[in-house]
């Protein structure tokens, strides 16, 4: 079973940037897509990128198109979040998920929390 491990979350002032790494367990596992996901206190989780691992093709959510950059590292089955000129209303917990070619999550990761304080 291939395990998805966030690191990179923490603490920010708005305006600051941080970034995330999502490393998938086994190094010979191939995603159809990696992607990011957010889930704001109170509000459901919402998608914010994803990036498709045989081509490199990416889909932003409109609210993080400009600021946040997915990346990928196949050789080491990483995906990347660079989140820059953050705001408050980016806080919450950031997830990675293998994206099937159906569209569906099959794996997701525990979660990192990023908290942007004004």
């Known amino acids: 079973q291939v395990h998805l491990v966030e690191s990179g979350g923490g603490l920010v002032q708005a305006g600051g940037s941080l970034r995330l790494s999502c490393a998938a367990s086994e190094r010979t596992f191939t995603p159809y897509a990696m992607a990011w996901f957010r889930q704001a206190p109170g509000k459901e989780r919402e998608f914010l990128a994803t990036?498709?691992?045989?081509?490199?093709?990416?889909v932003y959510d409109d609210s993080v198109k400009g600021r946040f950059t997915i990346s990928r590292d196949n050789a080491r089955n990483t995906v990347f979040l660079q989140m820059n000129s953050l705001i408050p209303g980016d806080t919450g917990v950031y997830s990675c998920?293998?994206?099937?070619?159906?569209?569906?999550?099959?794996?997701w990761g525990q979660g990192t929390q990023v908290t942007v304080s004004s």
């Open positions: 990036i498709r691992w045989s081509d490199g093709g990416i």
């Open positions: 998920a293998v994206i099937s070619a159906d569209g569906n999550g099959d794996i």
